[in-house]
């Protein structure tokens, strides 16, 4: 039974977190960062070729957990996220990508 509580919350959190980054619910802090400053970095996320991340978007990558934000990597597809892009900001933004989210 709590393993089903905790994939219950897992998926509520990925809900949020990914609600947040297409500009709807209000922000919650998950992973260092208020989820609505995801949205800054969607443009670089989206597509098949995606602009390069701006600075805004790079200072909430920066800021972030970043092996806390990959454990959501596999929910990304279902909010129009790319998720190899996803996987692609750290990089872009000078950060090593940490092990957890290959």
């Known amino acids: 039974m709590a393993q089903s509580s905790g994939k219950a919350l897992v998926q509520w959190l990925v809900a949020v977190l990914f609600i947040a980054l297409l500009g709807g619910a209000q922000a919650i802090r998950l992973?260092?960062?208020?989820?609505s400053q995801l949205k800054s970095c969607r443009a670089a996320a989206t597509g098949e070729h995606p602009p390069p991340p701006d600075k805004k978007c790079c200072d909430v990558v920066r800021q972030a957990n970043l092996p806390?934000?990959?454990?959501?990597?596999?929910?990304?597809?279902?909010?129009?996220?790319n998720p190899t892009n996803a996987i692609k900001l750290p990089g872009e933004c000078g950060l090593n990508t940490p092990p957890e989210c290959h």
């Open 31 to 35: 992973c260092n960062i208020d989820t």
């Open 68 to 81: 806390c934000l990959c454990k959501y990597k596999s929910a990304l597809p279902q909010f129009g996220i």
